[in-house]
């Protein structure tokens, strides 16, 4: 099943796409839904972040092929647990939404990636419990300042500010997570591309890793980690996000 969040006709709904169409939800997939008989086409709504997260968890250094990829960072040894990071809720945008570059940064580069996205409250809950709690997945950008990630004491900045975490376009239930292809595009060059079957920690050692401290909490968002070798981007660029079975999430970019 994929779920859109959309803007039609000035409000907010959920819905279940089916092909190029939207069926008009009565509630939402966290707290529960009936479908209406209402539809309407994609191309005729405004699609939004498919979840507010209110926590962002982001896994560092998560595939082999990005390992001592980012210069600014060195050279860094393969984490024997998963590594979270936090990002803040408001780096949250929309697809189409412009991902815009701080006045005093100096580095940013874009990173594709897979979301996973909570369903229920979770805690202390075990890898082989962990896919109970996962709503679904989406396409994530972890949008990162290397200069601030390599030089300031935390990472608020450089993975945190205002934009620095497009998601969408689409909540897909029913994919692969073990098995999928991911690709990142620049202005339609192909930057990376992996299948997720090169995860260092697969999805559900990351739930069970984070549950363990963090209660997870229903839409929460967990950003799985990017592959090979992310790019600068620069105004007038346009990121693209593609995981199969999900789409494509796009965002340009702008100065400040």
């Known amino acids: 099943m994929k779920y859109a969040r959309y803007i039609f ?20 997939p966290f707290e529960g839904y009936t479908l209406t008989s209402k539809t309407v086409a994609v191309s005729e709504v405004k699609l939004l972040s498919p979840t507010l997260p209110n926590k962002i968890l982001a896994i560092g250094l998560n595939y082999r092929s990005h390992l001592g990829k980012v210069s600014e960072l060195g050279h860094r ?17 929309n697809p189409g939404e412009s991902i815009v570059l701080p006045k005093n940064s100096t580095k ?7 979301v996973v996205v909570i369903k229920e409250q979770c805690k202390n809950v075990s890898r082989h419990e962990a896919k109970d709690y996962i709503l679904g997945y989406t396409c994530g950008n972890d949008v990162s300042d290397r200069n601030w990630q ?10 945190s500010s205002d934009t620095f975490a497009p998601m969408g376009p689409f909540i897909e239930t029913d994919i692969d997570s073990g098995n999928v292809m991911l690709r990142a595009r620049v202005n339609g060059e192909v930057i990376q591309e992996s299948s997720t079957s090169y995860l260092i920690h697969d999805v559900s050692s990351i739930i069970e890793h984070i549950s363990s401290v963090i209660t997870l909490e229903p839409g929460d968002a967990i ?14 660029d346009t990121v693209e996000v593609e995981i199969d079975g999900i789409g494509v999430l796009s965002n340009p970019v702008v100065s400040e």
Do not use: C
């Open 9 to 28: 006709q000035n409000n907010i709904y959920y819905g279940i796409v089916t092909g190029n169409e939207i069926s008009e939800l009565n509630g939402d």
């Open 77 to 93: 040894d393969e984490p024997s647990v998963p590594e979270p990071f936090l990002k803040a809720p408001t780096s949250v945008i």
């Open 150 to 159: 390599a030089n300031d004491l935390q990472w608020w900045r450089a993975k």
């Open 108 to 114: 940013v580069q874009e990173e594709g990636e897979m």
């Open 223 to 236: 950003f799985t980690g990017t592959p090979g070798s992310p790019v600068d981007i620069h105004a007038g």
